[in-house]
C-alpha cells in the first residue's frame, strides 16, 4: 500500500486547506484511515479517523468542529478539509492506513496504522 498526501501549504489564520491522501491498492475501500500531524519537536498527534464503512469519523479535540474528514472509494482517496486554522495547527500532516480494520471501527494511534504517507507540510501564519 502506497499514500500519497498532498493539498498542503502557506494560509492565514482564519484560512481553510484541503489535503488528499491518494491509496494505491484494490481493497482501498476496505482500510480504515486516519490523519496525524507532527510539530517540530512534538510527537505525532491524531487529528481524525474514518472507518472503512464510512460511517463511523473521529475528531481530536483540538480540530473537531473546524476538521473534516471524507473518503471517495471510487478514487482511492481520503480528505482533510480543515477551517478555521489557527497557528497551532502548523505541521506536517500524514495520512495513516490500516489494512485490517473492522468495519465500523476508528484508529487513533499511530501504532495502529499500518501505512504511511511521506506528508505535507501545513503553515499557518498568523
Known amino acids: 500500500v502506497q499514500l500519497q498526501a498532498s493539498g498542503g501549504g502557506l494560509v492565514q489564520a482564519g484560512g481553510s486547506l484541503r489535503l488528499s491522501c491518494a491509496a494505491s491498492g484494490r481493497t482501498f475501500s476496505s482500510y480504515a484511515m486516519g490523519w496525524f500531524r507532527q510539530a517540530p519537536g512534538k510527537e505525532r498527534e491524531f487529528v481524525t479517523a474514518?472507518?472503512?464503512?464510512?460511517?463511523?469519523?473521529y475528531y481530536g479535540d483540538s480540530v473537531k468542529g473546524r476538521f473534516t474528514i471524507s473518503r471517495d472509494n471510487a478514487k482511492n482517496t481520503i480528505y482533510l478539509q480543515m477551517n478555521s486554522l489557527k497557528p497551532e495547527d502548523t505541521a506536517v500532516y500524514y495520512c495513516g492506513a490500516r489494512v485490517r480494520a473492522s468495519r465500523d471501527s476508528v484508529y487513533s494511534r499511530a501504532d495502529d496504522m499500518n501505512y504511511w504517507g511521506k506528508g505535507t507540510q501545513v503553515t499557518v501564519s498568523s
Open positions: 474514518m472507518s472503512w464503512s464510512g460511517s463511523i469519523t
